[in-house]
């Protein structure tokens, strides 16, 4: 007897105050964060019913609305509950979810006085950057020749939508046969990957390049930060150069969709053993706990 294909849950995304199936889903062409990239977006986790650090990802999220002058049309609160709903509706308790705010639906123009009401939108789905094999094994990555966006023109602290600099890293590191690309700054100094933190050991401290060089502020950079405090590990925000990467004895990159993920080489140099090292270890085991604990629960 032939065996009936199990059937796969139905998809939902919110927008504008109402759920509409994946299928149909769908806003304007005219919406500006289409057209240019205009507005600002969060992705957080779920960790078995636990929406981690939400509070920390709307801080950041009126922030960078605030930095281009895009007013949420809701509350924190709303938001957070618009995020819940949204995993509940799907019937979710691990979870990738991505709340963006766009300027709205405007004309073929610039001006953003022509977008009266912004678009809000949330989806909830499972993400896997990365082969889990390689949690274990290390990455290897490369220096992309695409420069971190300067401060001054397009300031990385803006989440933003538009992430063009961030594909073009991500590109060269896809052509060139690797997971991600490391970026520098206008000076050569060491900002961020395409889509991550970057974090260094070097004789038993904890180095991270600071936010004003090209880094984005990362929420698991800032929860990394936390749990090598608590855990008694020596950190420094510090000004690095790939020559510093190049000579760490561990490395590993930082985001909310890859966690923790140990770097073993860079530009065909061997980091350290060339194996992720026990500090990266330490702090993926106290990340981990930190995932149960620090966040908002809900219900499925």
């Not at 401290?205 to 090598?228: E, H, S």
């Amino acid at each position: 007897m032939k065996k009936r294909a199990a059937k796969t849950a139905e998809n939902y995304i919110f927008i504008n105050g109402k759920f509409f199936p994946k299928a149909e889903a769908s806003i304007s062409v005219f919406d500006h964060g289409l057209l240019y990239g205009d507005g600002v977006f969060e992705g957080m986790r779920s960790y078995n019913g636990l929406l981690f650090r939400i509070e920390e990802h709307l801080d950041r999220l009126w922030e960078s609305a605030q930095a281009i002058l895009l007013k949420i049309p809701y509350s924190k609160k709303d938001l957070q509950d618009v995020c819940i709903a949204t995993l509940q509706k799907n019937k979710l308790k691990d979870a990738y979810i991505r709340l963006v705010v766009t300027r709205g639906t405007g004309d073929l123009g610039l001006d953003p006085r022509k977008c009266k009401v912004p678009t809000i939108f949330a989806i909830a789905d499972k993400i896997e950057l990365y082969d889990p094999a390689l949690y274990s094994q290390g990455i290897e990555i490369i220096t992309a020749a695409t420069t971190r966006n300067h401060p001054e023109a397009i300031n990385p602290c803006i989440k933003s939508l538009n992430y063009l600099n961030n594909i073009l890293a991500k590109i060269e590191a896809t052509n060139a046969g690797y997971c991600d690309a490391l970026m520098l700054n206008k000076d050569g100094y060491v900002a961020e990957c395409s889509g991550a933190n970057v974090f260094i050991v070097k004789e038993g401290n904890l180095f991270t390049p600071p936010t004003y060089v090209g880094a984005l502020k990362g929420i698991t950079r800032g929860a990394i930060i936390d749990v090598a405090k608590k855990i008694k590990i020596p950190f420094q925000e510090k000004i690095l150069t790939r020559h510093d990467l190049f000579n760490a004895e561990e490395c590993f990159l930082t985001g909310t969709a890859a966690e923790i993920i140990p770097v073993v080489k860079l530009d065909g140099r061997v980091i350290g053993n060339g194996k992720p090292g026990e500090t990266t270890h330490s702090l993926r085991r106290a990340f981990g706990d930190l995932t149960r604990v620090d966040g908002v629960r809900y219900k499925i």
